[in-house]
């Protein structure tokens, strides 16, 4: 009992932070409370970085979101993103997918993630880019900015609680997602 009242504050705080409904895990949270305290690990997980800069992870984790998500989740992900100091120029290049507008770390973190997420052809020479940049320690923190935050949105609609669209600010701007190309 006493763990489930401290999580309903943690996830309380989390959703006035945000902005962001977390009814997807509230319902977890009750059904099976064994399946949230995971998911608080994959959370700590998902916050990984060692060695790219946080332009390049946002980048992934971006490319990552919005590829399994229609509104919520991308806004999530582009106000933490801005929370970790990711200039907000460069946010709207991810969500826009304008590689022209993206400093090089942005534009590699983008590249991989893209690549990673529909499984293109030049994943290889892009790992090899990122190994040459970062070291393995950067293919790893881009591999996990990807995968894990393709999860979120993926639980949220597994669940039922992931149908509401919605438009994405950043920096109090609406900005045009592009969905990315296969």
């Not at 990673?116 to 293919?139: N, P």
Request: hydrophobic share 45%; with cysteine; net charge positive.
């Amino acid at each position: 009992m006493l763990f489930r009242s401290l999580a309903n504050k943690l996830l309380d705080r989390f959703e006035q932070r945000y902005d962001y409904d977390v009814n997807y895990m509230r319902h977890m949270l009750k059904t099976s409370p064994a399946a949230f305290k995971r998911l608080r690990h994959l959370s700590a997980f998902a916050a990984h970085r060692e060695s790219v800069t946080i332009e390049a992870s946002f980048a992934a984790k971006l490319v990552a979101t919005v590829a399994e998500d229609c509104g919520p989740c991308t806004q999530l992900a582009a106000k933490m993103a801005e929370e970790a100091g990711m200039e907000v120029a460069q946010i709207e290049a991810v969500l826009e997918r304008s590689l022209e507008t993206m400093d090089p770390s942005t534009a590699l973190g983008f590249r991989f993630a893209e690549a990673l997420v529909f499984r293109q052809a030049e994943l290889g020479k892009l790992r090899e880019d990122v190994r040459t940049k970062w070291g393995d320690r950067g293919i790893i923190d881009l591999t996990v900015a990807t995968q894990i935050n393709r999860l979120f949105p993926m639980l949220k609609a597994g669940l039922g609680r992931g149908e509401a669209c919605s438009r994405v600010s950043v920096g109090g701007r609406p900005i045009t997602v592009e969905k990315f190309a296969q």
